[in-house]
């Protein structure tokens, strides 16, 4: 099936829609997080808008067969962030909308505090200690090769986790082996668990890191949905490299308070005192309030 | 002797020895041969593994990682989450020790049909000394959910051992060793994932071996005869899932039993055993192996006999347990 024809393509070509989506599944993230009083904030909110364009723009699959041999694979490497990726599953018809509420992080539920492939529909890779994934994106690619197929396999990893040295043994071998099938996106939100990612371990210059690995790297705003999806439609047309994306993004977009500040990292809404945040209780009510306005913002081209 | 099957010249002072890692490089050619989702990979030690006869025959499917294990068993775990049976090759001492978490989350927690093979295992490695000598692989390996551990005690079991792990779906570990050892077993010899085979019928004492100490003990078994202790021996081949009947059988028959191992006795097979045998049936227990320090570089007999992995020390053992007895 190419990606052009597929019900999600063709439901929601207009980037206006997509935004909307983008700020109903920041909106589910918060609903999910409070009810399941534990998980990552920051992240999941800051790759909101990567993983609506993905999956509704982006990504040749069927979530009516999600084990459908063509389809393309989204391996998440930093699975700390796994709240977006359930969001954006059940928004894709995964599952429904309400396990995905109601559901993660509690006991029997398939929607594990960090990814676990085989548990739940849509997702393709175990997850949650850093540096794996694109060693799996690697053997994926691989074996696309060998069997000559045809689909595409998206890494998706985060800034913090190339203080990893698998990865970086993962993106020598990629590079060697002009493994164009992957591209990667790196969440480059700045922060990590214990500060800013150029203090704990200075990353730049990243760009020409990659590059100098044979890799071809673009940079986008990471919310901007046109450029994501622009960046993606950019990879598939280069046939000699891996494609890294670097997608800058801003951790705790769409709620203020909670914007570029670590401390929102791990923890949810209503679990955490900061000066000049609005109190515990109120949290969940305020961030909700402010994406809800955001959403009023967001015009369709059709509107 | 038992009903068994065994290789006929295999107390001939001229027995046949080959190392157990050919046994997997023909395993590999032979599943190649059968299965084209069957693809190695190694980490620079292509020849060493005997992964090599695999590259000879089907370089399309041969993957050279490099120096990186991290990255290969990540990369094994993403060939067989898209159906592959990846082979993952290098020493033990690298796979699992450089790899471990890959194994546990990439591997093991998504039931990713990946195969590990440690070659190099045990003291008997000799004089690259302490680091190379793999003497921790199975305890680290065993304790984890979902795969299955097997460490075969020469050639031909190498080689049905690789068939089988490549024939099983899941993830699995097998180790290998280095040097020439004897040839124990035959093509006619049973085998199967899971089930302990006795390899010398006895009444007083059970020795419990892996790996290719058992030849080792089947030689001891024999020289206790001499002293009036009838020597049962069983090749438990696989540590996990361990056959805990075969075992509280031998122990229940004879009352005593001795372990031998070239690895950690803590945690090992010796490990594994006293777990069976404190659940099912406690009987007096000696074990053979590592006793929890490092070894260091020397001829391979020499290591074995001052870590006392020898004959001597199996028989000493079977003595002092049988005494425990009464």
Sequence with gaps: ?303 | MSSVKLNPKLFDPEVEAIPTRDGYGEGLVALGEKDPNVVVLTGDLSASTRANKFEEKFPERFIEVGVAEQNMMGIAAGLALSGKIPFVSSYAVFVPGRCWDQLRVSVCYSKANVKVAGAHSGISVGPDGATHQALEDIASVRVLPNIVVEVPCDSIEAKKTTIAIGEHRGPAYFRFGREKTPVITSEDTPFKIGKAEVFRDGMDVTIIACGPLVYQSLVAAKELEKDGISAEVINNHTIKPIDKLTIASGAKKTGAVVTVEEHQINGGLGGAVAEVLAENFPAPMERIGMTDTFGESGAPEELLEKYGMSVKKIKEAARTVVKRKR
Excluded at chain 1, 52 to 81: C, M
Aim: proline residues 5%.
């Design chain 1, 1 to 303: 099936m190419d990606k052009r024809h597929s019900p999600q393509h063709r439901e929601h070509t207009h980037i206006g829609e997509i935004e909307k989506i983008a700020n109903d599944i920041r909106q589910d993230i918060i609903k999910m997080l409070v009810e399941a009083g534990s998980g990552h904030s920051a992240g999941p909110l800051g790759m909101a808008d990567v993983f609506t364009a993905l999956y509704f723009a982006v990504l040749n699959h069927n979530p009516q067969k999600p084990n459908w041999d063509e389809r393309d694979r989204v391996v998440l490497s930093n699975g700390h962030i796994a709240p977006v990726l359930y969001t954006t599953l059940a928004h894709s018809g995964y599952f429904s909308r309400e396990e995905a509420l109601g559901t993660l992080r509690k006991l029997n539920s398939r929607l594990q505090g960090h990814p676990h492939v085989g548990t739940t529909p849509g997702v393709e890779n175990s997850s949650g200690p850093l540096g794996q994934g694109l060693s799996q994106a690697v053997g994926m690619a691989l074996a696309a090769r060998m069997d000559g197929k045809k689909h595409w396999i998206y890494c998706l990893m985060s800034d913090g986790e190339h203080d990893e040295g698998q990865i970086w043994e993962a993106v020598m071998f990629a590079g060697k082996n002009r493994l164009f099938q992957i591209t990667g996106i790196i969440d480059r939100n700045n922060i990590q668990i214990d500060g800013m990612t150029e203090d704990v371990m200075p990353l730049e210059p990243l760009r020409e890191k990659y590059e100098s690995f044979n890799w071809h790297v673009i940079d986008v705003d990471g919310h901007n949905i046109q450029e994501i999806i622009d960046a993606c439609s950019e990879a598939k047309a280069i046939y000699e490299k891996p494609v890294m994306i670097i997608a800058h993004t801003i951790p705790g977009k769409g709620v203020g308070w909670m914007e570029f500040d670590y401390r929102w990292h791990g923890n949810p809404p209503g679990t955490l005192e900061v000066p000049g945040d609005p109190a515990k209780k109120d949290q969940a009510k305020s961030a909700l309030d402010e994406l809800r306005s955001l959403r009023g913002k967001i015009t369709g081209e059709h509107e």
